[in-house]
């Protein structure tokens, strides 16, 4: 009879640990079937993250960058332009032109103003046609500001990816 009354009381102690460790989320939403033992709710719809894609079970991601400077109401630049004041990421720079260019140099500045701050990247124009556009992967924080440089005429377009 002793052996009896201790099993039964290994099993009371053991049935709220089994009853609860299996338990899903609480009625209301759709669940994963993942459970979370520490605090016996599981993930749900409402749940999910921010980019999260639950029925492919990824995390998306996307670039996000900005085209236009300020003030300004086209991408494609052909003369000094101030794109942005204080810290920023500058994504990269792609520039062409239509016909012959004139020679001199095309600079993204760390500043706000022409011909000063730190060069995030510089390009000597050489005088000929570029009419395939070429892109640059700069990656690049500053942060003073972003402002493109032109020493040569309007006739090399540039378009700057930044945020």
Request: hydrophobic share 40%; glycine share 10%.
């Amino acid at each position: 009879m002793r052996t009896y009354g201790v099993l039964l009381s290994v099993i009371m102690l053991l049935c709220p640990v089994v009853a609860t460790a299996g338990t899903l989320a609480p009625a209301g939403g759709p669940t994963t079937g993942v459970l979370d033992a520490d605090s016996n709710v599981g993930t749900t719809l409402a749940t999910t993250l921010a980019g999260e894609d639950v029925s492919n079970d990824v995390q998306k991601t996307e670039e996000r960058y900005l085209t236009i400077p300020i003030g300004g109401t086209t991408a494609m630049i052909a003369a000094d332009q101030l794109y942005k004041s204080g810290p920023g990421y500058v994504r990269g720079i792609t520039c062409y032109s239509d016909a012959t260019a004139t020679a001199g140099t095309i600079a993204l500045l760390d500043n706000t103003a022409a011909g000063a701050g730190n060069v995030l990247w510089s390009f000597d124009v050489l005088a000929v046609a570029y009419n395939t556009p070429f892109t640059v992967d700069l990656q690049t924080p500053f942060s003073v500001g972003l402002y493109l440089d032109f020493t040569t005429t309007a006739d090399v377009k540039c378009m700057v990816r930044y945020r």
